[in-house]
Structures are given as structure tokens and as C-alpha cells.
């Protein structure tokens, strides 16, 4: 009966668009032939075990139409109707939503290898050097490479501690501009952070490389430019669910891609070569930075350690794109939840006062660990407004089954972080702000994703690189930003707390505030 009457509505758009243009009628048959291809493939599976439940949506288009432009809301919402698995199409892409900590484990511990694939979309390939990033590479000796010397290097214990000092110059640097430039004005907090984000790493990967003022001029034009990615690489592009569709790039995605990236790609040769000048004048031989040692790696005998130039650009986009948006987002949305929340701000503050005083400023790692009640206040956050609500899609190599269901191999596995993090069936008044449940929870509850209730930067072999940066870099700017500064709402704002959908979750309105200093002596701030 559903596919008769379905048969009768296609012969009658058939028919329709036959009388049209030429190539409308030769993009029909594709579509024709692509659809009862996929619909054939689907149901061979749905014979040895069946696919998850799901919305049927359209033909050929599946469920694109009913996306809407808060996709991730629509995500979160069809896992209340169809449970802890459920599918969709979108075009010919097989899309599986995984929403419970059982389900996830089966992916990410039981079944990582198969779990720890990616499958780059149009975007993701022209952005990110052809996929060659970590993010990107499926799982293999190039990925675990690369990981490697992201995560051993640049982020070891030591090199952590090392750092410190250039994260502590950035930091300084956005205090003493908010202090003498913005005092009584209406501030953006997530531009302040991003800029303090941008400064602060590209100060680790680079140094002094770039100058000052170019460096200011970079920072402004960079956000513009990594917004956009985000917003690029998170939007479902019809030449990813089309492929044969992909030469007409009937949204402009690629060509937009294309010009961003080049726009990164400049400010990568930009740095590389001055950082080869500067060392080929011999200076800088003590001090490595984190560029410093990637260019030395394209000299190296060794193949398990050498790298092409391409290759440290795409580690670098890694750096400066993985980590910008995200931590200044995560910011963002803290300093939110603080303002609709002044009780837990006040807590913060008196902590602040008592662990650094109002007469001191922020000058060791040390005094950062003790800002528990703050710690705490991230964790809550993260738990409400996860920045990558559905991770990195994962991709299964093979066929496997999960919770029961076959999960085919190619499909684009969301693992729902926002739905299980929300959670009423785990979470006590689970969509409350209550920082409070992480203090109570013996450090349990950490971001080393082992626990899969809570996932903010995932868990197993593809959980987040950055991770031991992200969470000193947010502690360090929040503690900061609230040490230094009261905030305040401009008069007849509302806050609100809606997510604009993209890679990255951010705040559809910038949260603007008015700050005030709250130390007690100005040379604190200079
Ligand atoms: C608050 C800040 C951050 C959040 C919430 C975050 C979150 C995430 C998440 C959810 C993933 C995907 C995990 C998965 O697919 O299972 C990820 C991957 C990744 N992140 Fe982060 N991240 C943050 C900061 C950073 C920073 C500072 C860096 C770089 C220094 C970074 C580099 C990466 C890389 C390279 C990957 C890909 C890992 C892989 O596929 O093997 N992230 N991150």
C-alpha cells in the first residue's frame, strides 16, 4: 500500500519533470537510480538483521527536509520518540544516533577499532589538507603518528609546565586591555576569548614569530575565519549526500571552504617561513617552540617520524582550529550560565578571594588547582552545552552490530552526548544548573570520558587530542577573566541560551557584558 501509493506520486513527478530541462531530467534519473540503489543495499541488510529504528523522511532526500536549522535539537529530540538507536537517511548517507552510556561503550571500548574510523566530508577534505589532520585521518599508522606528536610533544607533562608562562603573557595581555580599553563598555566575552585562546596558542606553536600588532590584526580576522569553518564543516552539504551531485556544489560549500582555508594556508606560510629565517640565522637554538620542532621533523631519516610540509600544516589547523573555537565557546557559555545564576557566581568569587585574595593577581598553575568550586562550574557546564553535542562522527570500517542492530559499514555515527548528558533516567534534575553534583562525586566524573554518562570530549582512541590544553587554557582565562573583572548585563539585555548549529554548538547571541575591576590595586592589571 505505502509503496504503491508512493510508486503513483513518483510517476507523477517523473512525468512533471521529464517536461523540463534536459539536465533536470538527467539529474532525476540519477537520483532514481541512487535512491533504489541505497533502498536495495538497506533492505539486503534489513534481511540478516535489521537496522535501527528511525523517521522515514522522503524519497531520495530521506529526512534533509525536516532538519530544520537546529539540527542538533531535532537530533536530541527524535532520540526521546525512537530510544537509544535510532537511523535516518540524509540523501544516500546512512546516518546512527547513538544516545545511551551502554550503547556507547559498545562503540568506544568494546568496538574501537572498528568505532575509531572517520569518513571526511567535501568540507573536511578541502579544509583540512585533504583530511591528513588527526581529526580527520582514519585510524592507522599515519593517525596514530601524527596523535603522537601532538599529544607526547606538544602536550607532555613537561612541556605543559613550560608553557605556562606564554599562556600567562597572553592572558596578562587581554586582562590589561579589557582594563584600558573596555571598562564600562559593553564587552563580547566570546570574541575576549577567543582572541585570548588564538594569542595564547599560536604564542605556544610559534613564539615571538609574528609581530605584535600583526598578530592583534590576525587574531580578529582568524575568528572570522574559524567561525566560519565550524559552521562549513558542520552543515549537512548536499555533495556529501549526493556524491554524484558533488561537481555542481549546489550550496557553494566547497567553494567557500576553499577560500577560508586558503586564507589559513596563508597564515601558515606565513609563520613558516619566518620561523626558517629566524632559525636559519642560528637564533632560537635553546628555546624550541612547538613549530620549531615540527620543521625539524621534515629532515628527520627516521619514517616512522618524519613529516611533509603538508602534513605539519594539517597538525597545525588541528592546533589552532581544534582548539580556538571550542575553549572560547566553552567560555562563553560558563560566563552564561554565571550571569542567570548569581548565587554560583558569588560562590566562585568568594572562592577566588580566599584561594588568590583581592590584592593579588593570577601568577601560578598551583592556584588554579585549588579553584574547585570553578572546576566544578565548567563540568556542570560542559554537562548542559557540550560544544560538540555529537562528537566527531565516528565511522565503522566493517558491518557491526550494536544494541542489537546492524550498524552498516560507512554510516555516520553520531554518539549523542547532549541526549545522555541531559539524561533525566541518570541525571537528578537534569536540566538544572546545579555545579554542586560534581563536587559530590569524588572526581569521579572526569573528562577522561571512562565514565559514559559524561563525554564532553569524548572517550576512547579518538577522544579529544587537546584535552590536557583544553582544560588548563579554560580554567586559566575563566579564573581570569571573573579574578580581575565584575560583570554585568547592559540594561534591558535577556540573556538566552539558544546554540547556533555547526561543528561547534555556540551561542546563537554573543554574550555581551559590561566589566568592572574588582581588585583592589591598579598596578595588578598593567
Ligand atoms: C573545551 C575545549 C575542547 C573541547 C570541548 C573539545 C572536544 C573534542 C571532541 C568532542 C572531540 C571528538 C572526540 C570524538 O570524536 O570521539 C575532539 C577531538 C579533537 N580535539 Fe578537541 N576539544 C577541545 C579543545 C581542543 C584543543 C585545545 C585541541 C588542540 C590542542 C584539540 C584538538 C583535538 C583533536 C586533534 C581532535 C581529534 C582527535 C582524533 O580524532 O583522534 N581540542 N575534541
Known amino acids: 500500500m505505502l509503496l504503491s501509493s508512493f510508486c503513483v506520486k513518483w510517476s507523477f513527478m517523473w512525468l512533471n519533470a521529464t517536461n523540463l530541462h534536459p539536465i533536470l531530467t538527467f539529474l532525476f534519473t540519477l537520483i532514481t537510480v541512487l535512491w533504489l540503489l541505497q533502498w536495495f543495499r538497506n533492505s539486503t541488510n534489513e534481511a540478516s538483521s535489521p537496522l535501527p529504528p528511525g523517521p522515514t523522511g522522503l ?7 525536516f532538519l530544520g536549522n537546529h539540527p542538533h535539537l531535532k537530533f536530541h529530540k527524535l532520540a526521546q520518540l525512537y530510544g537509544p538507536i535510532y537511523k535516518l537517511m540524509l540523501g544516500t548517507k546512512t ?20 568505532f575509531a574510523n572517520r569518513e571526511p566530508l ?4 578541502v579544509a583540512l589538507y585533504g583530511g591528513t589532520d588527526i581529526a580527520s585521518l582514519p585510524h592507522g599508522p599515519q593517525r596514530r603518528k601524527a596523535r603522537k606528536i601532538l599529544v607526547r610533544e606538544m602536550l607532555s607533562g613537561t612541556n605543559m609546565t613550560n608553557s605556562f608562562s606564554h599562556r600567562r603573557v597572553e592572558i596578562k595581555n587581554s586582562i590589561r586591555d579589557v582594563y584600558q580599553n573596555k571598562i564600562g563598555c559593553p564587552t563580547n566575552v566570546g570574541e575576549l576569548a577567543f582572541l585570548t585562546a588564538t594569542n595564547a596558542i599560536m604564542s605556544m606553536i610559534w ?5 605584535e600588532e600583526e598578530g592583534v590584526a590576525i587574531g580578529v580576522e582568524f575568528r572570522a575565519v574559524v567561525s566560519e569553518l565550524m559552521v562549513l564543516l558542520g552543515k549537512p552539504n548536499v555533495s556529501d549526500l549526493f556524491p554524484a551531485l558533488a561537481w555542481l556544489d549546489l550550496q557553494g560549500i566547497e567553494r567557500r571552504t576553499r577560500k577560508v582555508s586558503q586564507w589559513i594556508d596563508r597564515l601558515f606560510d606565513s609563520a613558516i617561513e619566518k620561523r626558517m629565517n629566524v632559525t636559519e640565522k642560528g637564533e632560537n637554538k635553546s628555546n624550541k617552540d612547538f613549530l620549531q620542532y615540527l620543521l625539524e621533523l621534515t629532515k628527520s631519516d627516521s619514517e616512522s617520524a618524519s613529516m611533509t610540509m603538508k602534513e605539519i600544516k594539517a597538525i597545525l589547523l588541528d592546533i589552532v582550529v581544534g582548539g580556538t573555537e571550542t575553549t572560547s565557546t566553552t567560555l562563553e557559555w560558563v560566563v552564561a550560565k554565571l550571569m542567570q545564576h548569581p548565587e554560583a557566581m558569588k560562590r566562585v568569587e568568594e572562592e577566588m578571594d580566599t584561594v588568590i585574595g583581592l590584592d593579588k593577581g593570577i601568577e601560578s598553575e598551583s592556584q588554579l588547582l585549588k579553584l574547585q568550586y570553578l572546576e566544578a562550574v565548567i563540568k556542570e557546564t560542559l554537562r548542559l552545552h557540550p560544544p560538540l553535542p555529537f562528537l566527531v562522527p565516528h565511522c565503522p570500517s566493517q558491518s557491526s552490530s550494536v544494541g542489537g542492530y546492524t550498524i552498516p559499514k560507512g554510516a555516520q555515527v553520531l554518539l549523542n552526548v ?16 546545579r555545579p554542586e553534583r560534581f563536587l559530590s562525586d569524588d572526581g569521579k566524573l572526569d573528562y577522561w570520558g571512562n565514565k559514559f554518562e559524561y563525554l ?6 579518538r577522544i579529544c587530542a587537546g584535552l590536557p590544553l583544553a582544560e588548563k587554557m579554560i580554567m586559566f582565562m575563566l579564573a581570569s577573566f571573573l579574578h580581575y573583572f565584575e560583570w554585568r548585563l547592559p540594561s534591558g539585555t535577556v540573556l538566552e541560551f539558544s546554540g547556533k548549529f555547526g561543528l561547534v554548538v555556540k551561542k ?3 554574550l555581551v557584558l559590561i566589566p568592572k575591576p574588582r581588585l583592589s590595586k591598579p598596578q595588578l592589571y598593567i
Open 59 to 65: 524519497p531520495f532526500l530521506g529526512y534533509l527536509p
Open 95 to 114: 546516518i546512527v544516533v547513538v544516545s545511551s552510556p551502554s550503547l556507547v561503550r559498545e562503540i568506544v571500548r568494546d568496538q574501537d577499532t572498528i
Open 122 to 125: 567535501i568540507a573536511a577534505l
Open 207 to 211: 613564539g615571538e614569530t609574528l609581530q
Open 418 to 433: 547532549l541526549t545522555i548528558q541531559r539524561d533525566p533516567e541518570i541525571w537528578e534534575d537534569a536540566l538544572e544548573f
Open 456 to 461: 564532553p570530549f569524548g572517550s576512547g582512541r
Open 508 to 510: 546563537t547571541k554573543p
